[in-house]
């Protein structure tokens, strides 16, 4: 045997040893700190909504049908809720369009699916609104000069009260004072800045409180406005609302140029992280409803893995069986070579990661029988 074919045997085997430890059910992963930096991650497969039960949503613009739909503001809404979806932590979602007017969102194994559904709908578009010398209750429905479709405002539950302050870089503070209940007939209230100028918004914590806290940082156009309007306007209220309800009313009690601060308040880690997915991955173009949602249970998913197995199981017996009697010595070779690819194209699904669905055992399987017929063309 020559040194060429012995080293390439020798690869052969190492290959197909690494693949079996990526294979091997009770896989620990891969675990490993040097340093302060360390890697962690599990190494399993990845089951479709088809195999481990989840949600599927179909989403629809909340627009009259006779009012045209631009088809970019479709997209981008599309982008915003894949976004949010991946926000959410659901391993392998599906966003897609379904015509023109829809979206269909699949959520493999979701947890919660009230929260998730809250998440996908709201229109996220967050406002700083100057209410001048007039205190709103948080809870509030307001009207703004910023532009809406009619009947297209998605209304979120009212939040605890919250105090808008600085970050810890030392700026000044603005502090929550109600002086004023707001009048019946409420004006069109002008908006300092929306949630474009957003930068970034994250969940933290200040103090030893344990209450989760939501820290933002506006842009350069945005800190300028917001730094030039709490100088001009100290004393006087500026209303954090989202999607045109009220949840701060703070009082402005010195300039904020920096650019930074918290919405502080008794949120609870649930409500902060679902107001944060809305911050951080933008407002809707376009409001959604929720036309259908359908739960796929778990154990209908496991009887389909169940049942590919067993099928997939008993072919490749038959098939290992009949190549080694017709064949012999060769169908023994194509026997070992069949089973390596076989586990060298389980470890790269679970590598990659591979969403493994019903249909795709089915495509998995198909090539184990394509390559089969390789082998056999060659024998003749």
Request: aromatic letters at 6%; a negative charge.
């Amino acid at each position: 045997m020559q040194k060429r074919e012995v080293r390439l045997l020798v690869l052969i085997v190492l290959i197909t040893a690494l693949a079996g430890w990526v294979v091997w059910p009770q896989n620990p992963g891969i675990h490993i700190r040097v340093g302060d930096k360390s890697i962690d991650r599990d190494i399993r497969i990845y089951q479709g909504l088809d195999l481990q039960g989840g949600m599927q949503v179909l989403l629809a613009a909340d627009v009259p049908e006779e009012q045209p739909l631009d088809s970019a503001d479709m997209d981008a809404a599309k982008s915003i809720v894949e976004r949010r979806v991946n926000g959410l932590g659901v391993a392998e979602p599906a966003v897609q369009a379904v015509g023109s007017r829809r979206i269909l969102v699949e959520l493999p194994g979701i947890r919660d699916p009230q929260a998730a559904i809250d998440t996908l709908r709201q229109t996220g578009l967050m406002e700083w609104v100057d209410t001048g010398s007039r205190y709103l209750e948080p809870g509030t429905v307001v009207k703004t000069d910023v532009a809406t479709a009619d009947d297209g405002i998605a209304q979120v539950a009212p939040t605890p009260t919250v105090e808008l302050t600085p970050t810890e870089a030392g700026e000044a503070g603005a502090e929550a004072t109600p002086t004023e209940t707001a009048a019946p007939e409420e004006p069109v209230y002008h908006t300092v800045l929306t949630g474009r100028n957003l930068k970034d918004a994250q969940v933290t914590f200040v103090d030893t409180s344990a209450l989760p806290v939501i820290a933002f940082q506006l842009d350069s156009d945005g800190a300028r406005l917001f730094g030039e309007h709490t100088a001009a306007n100290v004393g006087k209220f500026l209303a954090i609302v989202l999607d045109k309800v009220v949840i701060s009313c703070p009082q402005i009690n010195d300039a904020i140029t920096g650019g930074e601060g918290i919405i502080q308040g008794q949120f609870t880690p649930e409500q902060a992280q679902s107001l944060v997915l809305q911050l951080r991955y933008g407002s809707l173009p376009v409001p959604l409803k929720v036309l259908d949602t359908r739960e796929v249970g778990p154990t209908l998913g496991a009887d389909s893995v169940d049942k590919s197995i067993r099928a997939g199981v008993i072919g490749l017996v038959v098939v290992f069986i009949f190549m080694l009697v017709y064949y012999r010595l060769p169908g023994l070779m194509a026997d070992l070579a069949l089973a390596i690819y076989a586990i060298v194209t389980l470890a790269l699904f679970k590598l990659i990661p591979v969403t493994l669905t019903l249909s795709g055992i089915a495509g998995f399987l198909l090539s184990v029988g394509m390559a089969v017929d390789a082998n056999i063309l060659i024998f003749e």
